[in-house]
C-alpha cells in the first residue's frame, strides 16, 4: 500500500533506510543534527544514529565537502548536505577536481562514492544568489551522475540508488517543495539512475522537463488537454547521464518538442536536449524544437521580476502552441 | 631563518640509532635525488612533459616519513611528490614510468607528475589544487576514526597552501572532531616566486595551528633525525586519541618551483647557504665520520642507487603507452556508463 509522505519524510526514508542497511553511509553538513535539518529533511535521524553519523558541520562547505571526498576514498559513503546548492559554489572546487576527477586520476585505484545533495532553482523572492539552478553546471562534468527529481517516491527510489552508486552523485531537490505530498510504495524502492518516466502520455507535442518545472509543465498540459491538445510528459529524472533514447523515442511519435528548463538557456540542459533531438530525430520534426528557461539575467527581488523570470504554465503553452503552429 | 635551523642541527644524536635506521635515511634520500636528477635530465629531452615539480632538497622529509609513519598509514600529498612517493615504497619503475606516460606507471599514464596514487602504498596522491588534499586529508583521518583503526592520515602541503581558506576550515573541523591526522606543512619557504614573508603577516607557519589550539612546531627539515623525531612524537599523540598535530617542515628547494621557472626571485648566496646544510651531503659525512658505516659501504649504496635509477628510466623508456582505448576507463565506476560520443 502506498503511503502519502512530504517529499522531505521520503528523501529522509531513503537516507534512513540506506543508513541501517549500511554502517559506512552517514550524513553531515549544516544543522543536519542538533536543528534537524534547515528544512527538517534529516529530523529524527541524530536520535537514531548519534552523533557519529549525523554530523553537524561548521559553515564551511569546501572544507567539510572536501572531508566528504577523503572519507569516500577511504572506505565510507559520505551523503553531505548542502543547504541549498547555492552555498555548494564554494565546494565546487572538491566537487569537480576531487569526486570527479579522483578515479581518472588513480586510474581506477580509488572511487569516490558520495552523495551530495540539497535544493536547486528559485524558491520565492530570494533575489539573486539564492535563487539559481545547477544542474547543467554538475552535468557538464565527466566523472559525476546528477539526479534533479522531486516525484516525491521516486525522490526516494533514487536518491537511495545515488547512496549506493559506486560513483559522486549530485543530487538536486527544491525548497518549495520539501511539503509536497505523494505517494511513496511501501518497501524497498529504488529508482534507477539514467532512467526518464513519461508522467503523461500524448499524441501531439512531447514536453521534457524536470526538478519543479514539472509541476509547470503539469498545470500546462491539463490546460492544453482542455484544449484538445494531448501532450506527452517526460520527467527526466536524472540530468547526468541523460536518458535521450525516451525523448527520442517520444518525440518519433509527436513530432514535436518543448523543454522546460529553470536554469538560463546559454548551454544549459535544454540546449543538450535540442542537440540530441537534431541529431537522432531530425526526420521527424515537423517544427524546431523550441524551450521555456528562466530569463537570461540574475533574479532581481521583487514579486513581479520573480513571475516574469520564471517559466510558467502560459509560457509553456505558448510555446507548444508555436510549435503546433496554432494561433492563439 | 637560515641561522635558527643550524642552532637546531647540533642537537639530534647520532648515537641514539642504530645503522641501519641511518642508512636508510641516506638511501631514500640518495634515492630521491638521483630520480629527481634523472627526472631533470629526461624532461630536458622531453621524455617527461607536462607540469613538472622535483623534490631535490627536501629530501630529509621523505626519510623521516619513511622511518616515523607505519605503512598503513594513509597519506596525501599536492604536486611535489616523486619524492614523497619514493619514500612511501612505490617504485621508481613505476614512477618513472608514470612521469614517461606509460601503462605501466603508477597510475598507468592517467596521472602524470602531479597525481601519483597506489592503494597498496596507501597514498592517496597526488593532489594539483593548492591546499585541495588539506580537507581531504581530515576525510581519511575521518574514515579511519569511523572505521575504529588507530592510523593516522598524513596530510602534506606546501607554505603556498597555508594561506588557502581550506586549511582554516579543515584545520577547524579536525580540532573539534579530534580527527587522527597529522598536518606537514613543507615550508621551501617559496610559493611558485613569492616568499613566505610576502604573503602574510605571520612568517612562522607553525603559529597558525594556535588559533585552533592544536599542539604545532617547527622542525628543522634538512636533518631526517630532528624529522623523524618531530614525526614520531607526533604520531604518538595523535594515536592516544588526541587529534590532530601540526608540524611545520623548514626546508628548501634547490631548484624553480617547476621545471620551467628559473628562480630569479632569490640570490645565489641563499641558494649555497642552504646547499652548505644539503641533507644528503651532510648525513653522508655524519655516517662516515661517525663510523656508522664505511666509505666503501657509502660507495656500494651509490653505485646501487644509480643502477636502480637508470633501471626505472630503461624501463620506462622500453614501456609502452596506454592504449588510447583507456581514455573511456575510470571515469565511471559503472561499467555501461553511457558515454556521449558523437
Sequence with gaps: MPRKLQLRESLREAMSEEMRRDETVFLMGEEVAEYNGAYKVSKGMLDEFGSKRVIDTPIAELGFAGIGVGAAMNGLRPIVEFMTWNFAVLAFDQIVNNAAKTLSQSAGQFNCPIVFRGPSGSAGQLAQQHSQTFESWMANVPGLKVVSCVHVGDAKGLLKSAIRDNDPVCVMESELLYGDVGEVPDGEYLVPIGVAAVRRSGKDVTIVSFNKMMKVVEAAAEELAKEGIEAEVIDLRTIRPLDHHAIVASVKKTNRLVVVDESWPFAGVSAEIAYEIQKYAFDYLDAPVTRVNSADTSLPYAENFVKAYLPNPEKVIKAVKEVMYVKK | MTQVIRKKRGKSAAGSYDKGTWLNWYETMLLIRRFEEQTLKMYGQQKIRGFCHVYIGQEAIGAGLKTAIRPEDPLVTAYRLHGIALARGLTPR??????????????????????????????????????????????????????????????????????????????????????????ICENNQYAMGTSVERTSNVHDLYKIGAAFDMPSEPVDAMDPVAVHEALLKAAEHIRAGNGPYYLEMKTYRYKGHSVSDPAKYRTKEELNDYKSMDPVKVTEKRIVEGGIATAEEIKAIKDKIKEVVLDAVDFAEKSPYPDASELFTDNYMQEDYPYIKD
Excluded at chain 2, 597526488?126 to 576525510?139: E, F, R, S
Design chain 2, 94 to 183: 613505476s614512477c618513472m614510468a608514470e612521469l614517461f606516460g606509460k601503462a605501466t606507471g603508477c597510475v598507468n599514464g592517467k596521472g602524470g607528475s602531479m597525481h601519483f596514487f597506489s592503494k597498496n602504498h596507501r597514498f592517496f596522491g597526488g593532489n594539483g589544487i593548492v591546499g585541495a588534499q588539506i580537507p581531504i586529508g581530515a576525510g581519511i583521518a575521518l574514515a579511519e576514526k569511523y572505521k575504529g583503526t588507530d592510523n593516522l592520515c598524513v596530510t602534506m602541503f606546501g607554505d603556498g597552501a597555508a594561506r588557502q581558506g581550506a586549511l582554516y576550515e579543515s584545520f577547524n573541523m579536525a580540532m573539534t572532531w579530534k580527527l587522527p591526522v597529522l598536518f
